[in-house]
């Protein structure tokens, strides 16, 4: 069974940075895409970053410029580090992976618990 777990959220001042990780666990045969996505209270889920295998990055606007997504293919993990963190920013964050089990032949999306991330003002 393949589990994603997050850390590094918390509680941190406008201003600030947070770096988030995410670990796949599990009997998998190789990991696609990987990415961040963040909800925030009454809002919809949004995309964050993401990053595939060969390491190619997208980010959404209200990041650009100011986070970071990286890959460890060895530790089957991704961060997101975040800088200059603003109260906008405040959202549960949560990793999602495209991963293929032994003979599958699919890649398959799951989803971690996620991590509370609150900036405040």
């Known amino acids: 069974q393949v589990q994603l777990v997050e850390s590094g959220g918390g509680l941190v001042q406008a201003g600030g940075s947070l770096r988030l990780s995410c670990v796949v666990t599990?009997?998998?045969?190789?990991?696609?895409?990987m990415g961040w996505y963040r909800q925030a209270p009454g809002q919809q889920r949004e995309l964050v970053a993401t990053?595939?295998?060969?390491?190619?990055?997208t980010y959404a606007n209200s990041v650009k410029g100011r986070s970071t997504i990286s890959r460890d293919n060895s530790k089957n993990a991704i961060y997101l580090q975040m800088n200059t963190l603003k109260p906008e920013d405040t959202a549960v964050y949560s990793c999602n992976a495209y991963t293929m089990a032994y003979g599958s032949g699919r890649y398959e999306s799951s989803w971690g618990q996620g991590t509370q991330v609150t900036v405040s003002s």
């Open positions: 599990g009997t998998i045969s190789s990991i696609g895409a």
């Open positions: 990053i595939t295998g060969g390491g190619i990055t």
